[in-house]
């Protein structure tokens, strides 16, 4: 299953609200996962089962979506959330990430 | 508190093998699936392989299967990555990691080792 990430870049500003698409080639009900990296660090997940929020992650964090196409949008940017973000589906072996989609500041 | 540690990385020639051991600790090892994701310079991520808790189960990916084999020792707390005719295209940092729940189908990756960096080159 290949999942494709929009956009690959993004610059935005802090306070900016920021979605980001993930689209799976088949549908993956909604096990979809969501992680934040930042340069040099192992990633963080975020968002698990599409919508559900990792426990100590922000509330400006939320994700959506079911079957092919799925959004995590971060409501209010904030300086610590500039990095790269993936997406993985965990609906069928073998698993896939998206391609990621690096968030910068403007 | 969950800590995985990853070691083995190294500079290996085109052809060679080698082998990622991963110690846990903080957790029920033997209940846990475990998993490996790499991930080459400058690129993202790439799922390796999982192996459920008792080690019955394994899945590959494409880019591995064949070459790369998932074990591991429950009795030491340790999940192996066994890689063979390794390539250029197989330089990364490979992370351990264990997922939210048991199983990781239908979960995710919520606890990652620091990664080791597996060089292939001649």
């Known amino acids: 299953i290949q999942l494709t990430q929009s956009p690959s870049f993004l610059s935005a500003s802090v306070g900016d609200r920021v979605t980001i698409t993930c689209r799976a080639s088949?549908?993956?009900?909604?096990?979809l996962a969501w992680y934040q990296q930042k340069p040099g660090r192992a990633p963080k997940l975020l968002m698990y089962?599409?919508?559900a929020l990792q426990s100590g992650v922000p509330s400006r964090f939320s994700g959506s979506g079911s079957g092919t196409e799925f959004t995590l949008t971060i409501s209010s940017l904030q300086a610590e959330d500039f990095a790269t973000y993936y997406c993985?589906?965990?609906?069928?072996?073998?698993?896939?990430f998206g391609g990621g989609t690096k968030v910068e500041i403007k | 508190e969950v800590q995985l540690l990853e070691s083995g990385g190294d500079l290996v020639q085109p052809g060679g093998s080698l082998r990622l051991s991963c110690t846990a600790s903080?957790?029920?090892?033997?209940?846990?699936?475990m998993t490996w994701v790499r991930q080459a310079p400058g690129k993202g991520l790439e799922w390796v392989s999982v192996?459920?808790?008792?080690?019955?189960?394994?899945f590959y990916a494409d880019s591995v299967q064949g070459r790369f084999t998932i074990s591991r020792d429950n009795s030491e707390n340790t999940v192996y990555l066994q890689m063979n005719s390794l390539r250029a295209d197989d330089t990364a940092v490979y992370y351990c990691?264990?997922?939210?729940?048991?199983?990781?189908?239908?979960?995710?990756?919520?606890?990652w080792g620091q990664g080791t960096l597996v060089t292939v080159s001649s």
């Open positions: 192996i459920s808790g008792s080690g019955s189960t394994t």
């Open positions: 088949q549908g993956i009900s909604n096990y």
């Open positions: 993985q589906q965990l609906n069928t072996y073998p698993l896939t």
């Open positions: 990691a264990r997922p939210i729940s048991e199983t990781l189908q239908y979960s995710g990756v919520k606890y």
């Open positions: 903080g957790f029920t090892f033997s209940a846990c699936a």
């Open positions: 089962v599409a919508s």
